[in-house]
């Protein structure tokens, strides 16, 4: 489709907030209908806007995360995107129009976008932030998580929705000894339901994977030779190499002020 160019006319700035495929499609969407203002998208990570989800099914490509990228660099430098890297946003002052950075500085627009997605939810428990329990989100944790679990690494994956059931199937796939432990009793039981469940649970199983359902984690502890174990309520442990957590997300927008916002957290929209 056509797009539009900037204007040097045109003063007016579009704020987008977050380096996602949310983030791009607006860009994309703005100068395709005829924008010609200041297009500024601000992401707090150093790598082109990319295509995230590839990373919990494919880790390798968090050593190469251009090779996610949604758009290259000269396709922004060609419509006028400005595109601010490292760009950490401390506050969202909607009332004012006003983005306050982590450096200090400050930016005002006319409009903006919310894009910044959600963060992983911690494990609120002692030893939930040990050297090699991983969250998975950005390349970084993708190289981190691949460095620990290699062929014949024992591995735990927290959570049976679809970041941990993922990532248990990667895992698998690179050779390790994979339990996946859960607070339902099977996979996706919340939200796809009992039947599918027992369905993807038998599937795993059928392929190594051993699945341990309604359970709960109370404690991570690490030995003296920098393997984990985990603590379950029900007093069993089970012992690993690494241990990834996937037990949901928060959506990322504590900073926005002056706008509506649901019990969750998030922004509320129309």
Do not use: W
Not at 187 to 207: I, T
């Amino acid at each position: 489709p056509k797009m539009a160019r900037k204007s040097p006319d045109d003063g007016r700035v579009f704020l987008i907030l977050g380096g996602g495929a949310a983030g791009v499609a607006a860009a994309d969407a703005l100068r395709q209908e005829g924008y010609t203002g200041n297009i500024v998208m601000l992401t707090e990570e150093k790598h082109l806007p990319y295509d995230r989800p590839v990373l919990s099914k494919n880790l390798a490509k968090g050593a190469d995360p251009e090779s996610l990228a949604l758009r290259d660099a000269a396709y922004f430098e060609e419509h006028d995107i400005e595109v601010r890297y490292g760009a950490t946003v401390k506050e969202v002052d909607a009332a004012q129009k006003l983005v306050r950075l982590a450096g200090g500085s400050e930016l005002r627009y006319d409009a903006a976008l919310v894009a910044t997605g959600a963060r992983p939810r911690a494990l609120p428990i002692p030893g939930g932030n040990l050297p090699g329990v991983f969250p998975m989100r950005t390349p970084e944790d993708a190289q981190r998580i691949a460095g620990a679990c290699g062929k014949g690494k024992k591995a735990v994956v927290i959570g049976s929705s679809f970041i941990g059931m993922e990532v248990a199937a990667t895992l698998h796939r690179r050779g390790c000894e994979v339990t996946v432990l859960g607070m339902e009793a099977v996979p996706f039981e919340r939200v796809l339901g009992r039947r599918v469940g027992d369905a993807v649970k038998a599937f795993f199983e059928s392929k190594g994977v051993k699945f341990k359902g309604s359970v709960a984690v109370s404690e991570i502890q690490q030995g003296a030779s920098g393997g984990l174990t985990a603590v379950l309520k029900s007093g069993d442990k089970l012992q690993c190499d690494a241990i990834v957590v996937g037990v949901g997300v928060i959506p990322n927008c504590s900073f926005v002020s002056g706008a509506e916002k649901g019990r969750d957290g998030s922004l509320v929209t129309d």
